[in-house]
């Protein structure tokens, strides 16, 4: 297809602001499995925290992931998208399924993992990060992981707490051990 | 045709992390560079309809959603959703939220002292059609103080979340009207560089103003085109 207009310019990113509880929070939102019977439910839960170590009470947290398959929107029943705002505390919590290996650019695959989208009031654009999970397989070869110099990786590993089914992953946006984010 | 290995990277009009300006950044701005990855299915793929079956079906009248008619300047806001190639993004969410017109939004931190309209949350949705056309109905929203300096006001604005079609192309923007004196004065439409910010502004249309019923405001949304780059970096 050849293409004589020149593309067209794209459309600023602004920030969420305090103020977006009422409409984009829905219910059931953080809880991606619902009552469908799955396998390894997970549940995933942390604080975001700010540049001096407070609590970010008014973020809104997106996950977006692959079944269990390694498919995305593909498991009936499970889309793969949630949201969950963090409370006056900063904490957030999503019910979901452990995710499959998805396939990586090139061939091979990449290690089970989330992508997380961070908004929130001073944030201008959306922060991208990954959850990765400490026992899950592959981060050796993952090739977004490759990216990250090694003394930042841990930030982006949940870690396994209590039960074997949860699993903590606490968000820093500025400071000492600073949550790695993507540009994509 | 050739399947795209990924998305355009932010063009030059999207705003920095830390604006000294806008002092909610201070803290919350990470201070290391984001780092670049290649575009893989995650980042390429997204949620797409049926809506439904996440959050909602559309709701795209914010001035009957209660009973009542909600209080103010009706407004009708529509536009496309295009990519950056000019293709139509259909099937797009488009969920929108505002303060009502007195400039009040319906949450208990907000503390303005400007009266709360029982007819009007100030929340919608509307999804885009196979052209990428949007519309919705809804009443002009009012400006408002806040606490980032002396004197400040926010210029009316509704707030757009839009999802689709991937994970790479999510966006959380501002839509602002034209003719408003508090847009030069704001820290937030401040952040982007001042040639794109025109791009955040809507325009008046006659031909979508509906006779004796609502004024019509255009504007249009672009997220980012393809990229045919191997991976996308």
Redesign the interface.
């Given at each position: 297809m050849s293409e004589s207009l020149p593309t067209l310019g794209q459309t600023p990113s602004q920030t969420i602001g305090p103020f977006f509880h009422f409409s984009l929070p829905w219910d059931g939102g953080a809880d991606l499995v619902g009552d469908h019977p799955a396998n390894r439910v997970i549940e995933i839960s942390g604080r975001m925290i700010d540049g001096h170590g407070e609590a970010v009470g008014d973020a809104l947290l997106e996950i977006w992931q692959a079944d269990p398959a390694g498919d995305y929107g593909g498991a009936e029943g499970f889309i793969g998208f949630g949201r969950c705002a963090t409370d006056a505390e900063g904490r957030y919590r999503f019910r979901t399924l452990f995710p499959g290996r998805t396939p990586a650019p090139g061939g091979g695959l990449q290690a089970p993992h989330i992508a997380v989208s961070v908004l929130g009031r001073g944030l201008l654009k959306r922060l991208a990060t990954r959850i990765y999970f400490e026992d899950g397989e592959g981060a050796a070869e993952d090739p977004v992981l490759a990216r990250v110099p090694a003394e930042r990786r841990s930030t982006l590993f949940a870690v396994p707490v209590d039960s074997t089914d949860g699993y903590r992953f606490d968000i820093v946006l500025q400071g000492e051990r600073e949550t790695v984010f993507f540009d994509i | 045709?050739m399947v795209a290995?990924g998305y355009?990277?932010?063009?030059e009009?999207?705003?920095?992390?830390l604006?000294a300006d806008?002092?909610?950044?201070?803290?919350?701005?990470?201070?290391?560079?984001?780092?670049?990855?290649?575009?893989?299915?995650?980042?390429t793929?997204?949620?797409?309809a049926p809506w439904e079956?996440?959050?909602?079906p559309a709701a795209p009248d914010l001035t009957t959603q209660v009973g009542g008619v909600a209080q103010g300047q009706r407004i009708i806001v529509g536009g496309r959703v295009?990519?950056?190639?000019?293709r139509p993004v259909a099937g797009a969410m488009i969920?929108?939220?505002q303060?009502n017109a007195a400039g009040r939004?319906?949450?208990d931190?907000?503390q303005w002292d400007a009266p709360l309209d029982p007819n009007f949350?100030?929340?919608g949705r509307a999804i885009t059609d196979g052209e990428g056309r949007y519309s919705y109905v809804t009443v002009r929203p009012g400006a408002y103080p806040w606490k980032n300096h002396h004197n400040a006001w926010r210029p009316a604005h509704i707030?757009l979340?839009l999802l689709g079609p991937a994970?790479?192309t999510?966006?959380?923007?501002?839509m602002y009207f034209p003719d408003d004196p508090l847009i030069d004065l704001d820290p937030?439409?401040g952040?982007?560089p001042a040639p794109?910010?025109s791009?955040?502004v809507s325009r008046f249309d006659i031909e979508s103003t509906r006779p004796e019923w609502a004024l019509g405001y255009v504007f249009d949304?672009?997220?980012?085109?393809r990229d045919a780059t191997?991976?996308g970096l």
């Open positions: - | 045709m290995a355009a990277r932010e063009d009009s999207q705003p920095p992390v604006v806008y002092r909610s950044t201070t803290l919350r701005a990470p201070r290391h560079a984001p780092i670049a990855i290649p575009h893989t299915v995650t980042e793929t997204g949620p797409t079956r996440l959050m909602g295009l990519d950056q190639d000019r969920e929108i939220w303060a939004y319906r949450h931190k907000d949350t100030g929340a707030h979340s994970f790479a999510r966006l959380v923007t501002q937030i439409i952040t982007v794109f910010r791009r955040l949304i672009v997220l980012r085109g191997p991976a």
